[in-house]
């Protein structure tokens, strides 16, 4: 017991989350980042021959597992791989100008250009590499100068950009941009209930503000979601359940109040109120403890079964 609630403590500490893709999608985004990174190296070959093509900006792959794995990622938009990696390119050359052969220089772009992307919404992670590379890729990239922008980082840019739109297009629920993917909810569908909540768009930004921290998701996804996920609560509820002895139910909480309990013990038949079982928290709130509690106690918690899919938890359709 106390061997799980270290693993789980340390899971938590280290943020090891749940990968919450199918087996299939994640081929896809490794088919996709193999590739861009090819039509990069084969059109840099071609476009600057020779030893030449030996300039492909590594920072591209970095910009590959954006691109193809989290496409849909506030990170991962045109705007952000254009900008992000446009304006770093722009302060590590000019760093290099100003300073040098100077320890500072390659810290200094970096620093930079992080706060440029924050200023100017284009933050991609992939930048600060660009920038760095600037300072630190010694001769064949400092005598490019400024046409570093332009190649080779501005042509790496354009192949990889052009192929997560043609590749991801392929596939209905990933194209890219983000906005192409945008679910079109038809009049009175049951997301529409959305509203009742109370519950709004500009809640949902203010909320992302209050936090103080940029979050790889943007108000409208996480509209999206909440309308998903309201459209799946409609649907589950018109399904009543039965508590039997092996299940797992979830309490449908929010957050750090959310929690899995599985049913380890009780009677054959699990009928009377005063029944009692024994149940363990498998996930959530209290994970891996313990307890006893009566049918109608248990039944007052449990909002609903859930069964796990091997990387998430998921509601039980009965």
Same mark, same amino acid.
């Given at each position: ?52 093509? =030996? !300039?492909?900006?590594?920072? #591209?792959? %970095?910009? *590959? $597992? /954006? ?86 980082? =501005? !042509?790496?840019?354009?192949? #990889?950009? %052009?192929? *997560? $739109? /043609? ?86 909480? =929010? ?64």
């Amino acid at each position: 017991m106390q061997s799980e609630r270290d693993e789980f403590w340390l899971k938590g500490l280290l943020g090891i989350a749940d990968n919450r893709t199918t087996h299939a999608e994640k081929l896809i985004s490794a088919l996709g980042a193999l590739l861009g990174i090819l039509c990069v190296y084969l059109i840099s070959q071609w476009y600057l021959g020779g030893q030449d093509s =030996l !300039l492909i900006v590594a920072s #591209m792959g %970095a910009t *590959a $597992v /954006l691109l193809f794995a989290v496409p849909h990622g506030a990170l991962s938009q045109p705007w952000a791989v254009l900008g992000g990696h446009g304006i770093s390119a722009v302060i590590g050359v000019s760093c290099q100008y100003l300073l040098p052969n100077s320890f500072l220089a390659a810290a200094l772009a970096v620093a930079l250009s992080i706060a440029a992307m924050h200023y100017l919404r284009c933050i991609h992670p992939p930048g600060g590499a660009t920038a760095l590379s600037a300072v630190i890729g010694g001769e064949a990239i400092h005598s490019l100068g400024y046409l570093y922008l332009f190649t080779p980082v =501005l !042509l790496n840019l354009l192949c #990889m950009l %052009a192929v *997560a $739109v /043609l590749f991801n297009g392929c596939f209905p629920w990933r194209r890219y941009p983000a906005v192409w993917a945008r679910r079109i909810k038809p009049e009175g569908s049951p997301a529409a209930a959305s509203h009742s909540s109370g519950l709004s768009h500009e809640d949902l930004a203010a909320a992302m503000e209050k936090m103080n921290s940029y979050i790889d998701v943007t108000s409208e996804e996480l509209a999206e979601l909440f309308d998903l996920a309201v459209e799946h609560a409609l649907e589950a509820q018109q399904h009543t359940h039965r508590l039997s002895v092996g299940d797992c139910y979830s309490n449908g909480q =929010l957050g750090t109040r959310w929690a899995v309990r599985q049913i380890l013990d009780g009677p054959d038949t699990l009928a009377s109120p005063r029944d009692r079982l024994v149940f363990k928290t498998v996930a959530g709130d209290g994970c891996y403890e313990t307890g006893s509690c009566t049918l109608a106690e248990f039944n007052e918690w449990a909002r609903f079964p859930v069964d796990f899919t091997g990387e998430r938890w998921v509601r039980r359709h009965q």
